[in-house]
């Protein structure tokens, strides 16, 4: 099996253009970060804090996250629950970074992660794949742009969904989660060593597809892989 590993900040548009990179190249999308929110979702609803280290093992005890690929593609759900657009808020988002940064939660998500690497050609995306999750992935890259693009374009992306957002409060919420993740103790978001640094901050998201799949190409040989086209 081949693994190509995108890690990067987020608002980057790592979802974005790793699913229509996956697609192109006929890889099996995995979506880590909804992984993380889903958690964070499920201990937001039952009022758990992340402080509270034992009732958040307690809590995934409980907790069924589950990937299903879709006919109009990947799904996140939580027990029965698809939570595939609950779980794309600020809120979430940063609840997912505070939960993330316990060893209990990490470990209850790494190996439904690695198991996916071991039974499909996969192109996995979130914050420590390159340098954790799957450090031995053939091609890592880290996707990234400057806080105030990405605050620019979640406004855009929660306008278009009829959300009334305020660009200074995202753009604060983006630089608090940069600072969760990179000052974290376990996994902190760096790029891996090897990885190839993407910056999309100037431009969009066809080009930031074409960089990724050019770094593909010239990693992997074409006849090493049966690419689709």
């Not at 499920?42 to 995934?60: C, N, W």
């Not at 954790?132 to 693009?149: C, D, G, N, R, W």
Request: include cysteine; charged fraction near 25%.
């Amino acid at each position: 099996m081949f693994a190509i590993a995108i890690d990067g900040p987020a608002g980057a548009g790592k979802s974005s253009a790793a699913k229509l990179a996956a697609k192109k190249l006929g890889f099996i999308y995995v979506d880590t970060g909804a992984l993380y929110r889903t958690v964070g979702l499920y201990m937001t609803e039952h009022g758990i804090s992340a402080q509270d280290v034992k009732a958040v093992e307690a809590a995934l005890k409980e907790i069924t996250v589950e990937l299903k690929f879709l006919p109009d593609g990947q799904h996140v759900f939580l027990g029965e629950e698809d939570v595939s657009d609950k779980i794309r808020t600020p809120q979430i988002s940063m609840a997912a970074s505070a939960f993330s940064s316990i060893p209990e939660v990490r470990s209850f998500l790494f190996d439904l992660q690695v198991s996916m690497a071991e039974k499909y050609n996969v192109l996995m995306d979130g914050r420590d794949i390159g340098t954790v999750v799957l450090p031995h992935a053939q091609v890592k890259i880290f996707l990234t742009a400057s806080a105030e693009e990405r605050a620019r374009r979640r406004c855009l992306e929660l306008e278009q969904k009829g959300q009334k957002v305020s660009y200074d409060e995202i753009l604060a919420d983006i630089q608090q989660r940069d600072y969760q993740d990179s000052h974290r103790e376990i996994a902190p978001l760096v790029p891996a060593a090897d990885a190839e640094i993407v910056d999309t901050s100037d431009c969009g998201l066809e080009e930031a597809v074409e960089r990724i799949l050019t770094i593909v190409y010239k990693k992997l040989p074409n006849d090493s892989v049966d690419f689709p086209g």
